[in-house]
C-alpha cells in the first residue's frame, strides 16, 4: 500500500481520485477562486468540472452505479479542492453530505429517480443544517413537507 507524502495509506483507486483532484484544482479552481470570493459567487464553472470528472457520484457503491470511492477517498479529494478553491470545496462537501444519505437509503426504481441524476452530473443536492434553534444537531429538526396537490409545501 502506497503512502502520500502526509504518511497516510492509501489504496492506488484513493490516489487516483486525489490525482483527480489535484489537476482540477490547479488547472480549474485556483485560477477563479478569488473572483468567486470577491464577488460571493456560487462556483458554477467549477462544479460542472467536478461532475464531468465523475466526482460528484464518488462515494456511491459500484452496485448502484457509482465508482464506488471510499470516504477516504472523499476526503483526499475534499482536501486537494480545498487548496484550489475553499467555496467550491465547501459547496462538494455539503453536496457530498447529502449524496452520503441519499445512497444509502434508496434501493429499486428509486436509485434511478434519485440518484441516477447526480451520477449523471444534472443534479446537485445539499443538506438542510440550518433551521432556527437545531444547531449541528441534525435530529433536532422540526421542518416537515406536505403534499399540495403534484407539489410538497415546506414547513
Known amino acids: 500500500m502506497p503512502l502520500n507524502l502526509k504518511g497516510i495509506a492509501i489504496e492506488k483507486e484513493e490516489a487516483d481520485w ?3 483532484a489535484h489537476r482540477l484544482s490547479n488547472e480549474v479552481l485556483a485560477p477563479s477562486a ?3 470570493d470577491r464577488e460571493a459567487l456560487f ?3 467549477n462544479i460542472k468540472a467536478l461532475g464531468e470528472a465523475g466526482l460528484m ?3 456511491v457503491s459500484k452496485e448502484k452505479g457509482g465508482p464506488g470511492g471510499t470516504v477516504k477517498s472523499l476526503a483526499l479529494v475534499i482536501e486537494e479542492l ?3 478553491c475553499a467555496s467550491t470545496a465547501m459547496c462538494y462537501t455539503m453536496h457530498m453530505s447529502g449524496l452520503l444519505v441519499i445512497a444509502s437509503l434508496v434501493e429499486g426504481r428509486q436509485i434511478e429517480t434519485f440518484l441516477q ?5 444534472e443534479c446537485l443536492n445539499s443538506f438542510a443544517m440550518s433551521e432556527p434553534g ?6 433536532h429538526m422540526d421542518s416537515y413537507a406536505k403534499r399540495d396537490g403534484d407539489d410538497y409545501i415546506i414547513d
Open 117 to 121: 441524476p447526480v451520477i449523471d452530473g
Open 18 to 20: 486525489k490525482r483527480v
Open 82 to 84: 480545498a487548496q484550489g
Open 34 to 36: 478569488a473572483r468567486i
Open 134 to 139: 437545531s444547531g449541528n444537531r441534525l435530529w
Open 43 to 45: 462556483p458554477t464553472e
Open 57 to 59: 457520484a464518488l462515494t
